[in-house]
T-cell receptor, first 115, second 112 residues
Framework: AQSVTQPDIHITVSEGASLELRCNYSYGATPYLFWYVQSPGQGLQLLLK??????LVQGIKGFEAEFKRSQSSFNLRKPSVHWSDAAEYFCAVGSTTDSWGKFQFGAGTQVVVTP | DGGITQSPKYLFRKEGQNVTLSCEQNLNHDAMYWYRQDPGQGLRLIYYSQIVNDFQKGDIAEGYSVSREKKESFPLTVTSAQKNPTAFYLCASSTQDRVGAFFGQGTRLTVV
């Protein structure tokens, strides 16, 4: 069965500092991996996705993520955080054999940005 | 502009009443999904549909029902059998290629 773990429920980071959000997954084959961001009371916006190929994936808003098969991880990073990055971030694993929008989501990491 | 429209944004109902949440998309996507979001639990799949007139249960389908009579529309009914219906409900759609899913802005349902 698929599962996704985001170990950090809450992260506080200073504006301009770097950010790394952790994601570990469990899946029987090569997974399809996604990071989504959610502002309060809003829907989810896709930041980036990994299907195959280059293990370092670039996304929108200056985010990147690295797929590490040996560690079953897909961590999200940003070199310099802006106040507008305060939001909740979700890692998700998608099925390679089922419907393309059928995900297992992690519980989310809330990011707070301080001045 | 193409997108997914969920309505209403906020919904209040009395316990024991059925309520229907609307989801419409003009992206020409084949597949549509309903997710439920509770604090600290991420999103959980309720139902999904890959083609018109066909749908499948997700992980937490009990107490919910759906229909897919048109490609653009995928309404969700929260029935009185759902024990804890207060939550944030998100609708999504996707194509059959590897672009991920697009989400609506959500409906917050409060049952009192």
């Amino acid at each position: 069965a698929q599962s996704v773990t985001q170990p950090d429920i809450h992260i506080t980071v200073s504006e301009g500092a770097s950010l790394e959000l952790r994601c570990n997954y469990s899946y029987g084959a090569t997974p399809y991996l996604f990071w989504y961001v959610q502002s309060p009371g809003q829907g989810l916006q896709l930041l980036l996705k990994y299907f195959s190929g280059d293990t370092l994936v670039q996304g929108i808003k200056g985010f990147e993520a690295e797929f590490k098969r040996s560690q079953s991880s897909f961590n999200l990073r940003k070199p310099s955080v802006h106040w507008s990055d305060a939001a909740e971030y979700f890692c998700a694993v998608g099925s390679t054999t089922d419907s393309w929008g059928k995900f297992q989501f992690g519980a989310g990491t809330q990011v707070v940005v301080t001045p | 502009d193409g997108g997914i429209t969920q309505s209403p944004k906020y919904l209040f109902r009395k316990e024991g009443q059925n309520v229907t949440l609307s989801c419409e998309q003009n992206l020409n996507h084949d597949a549509m999904y309903w997710y439920r979001q509770d604090p600290g639990q991420g999103l959980r799949l309720i139902y999904y549909s890959q083609i018109v007139n066909d749908f499948q249960k997700g992980d937490i389908a009990e107490g919910y029902s759906v229909s897919r009579e048109k490609k653009e529309s995928f309404p969700l009914t929260v029935t009185s059998a759902q024990k804890n219906p207060t939550a944030f409900y998100l609708c999504a759609s996707s194509t059959q290629d590897r672009v991920g899913a697009f989400f609506g802005q959500g409906t917050r349902l409060t049952v009192v």
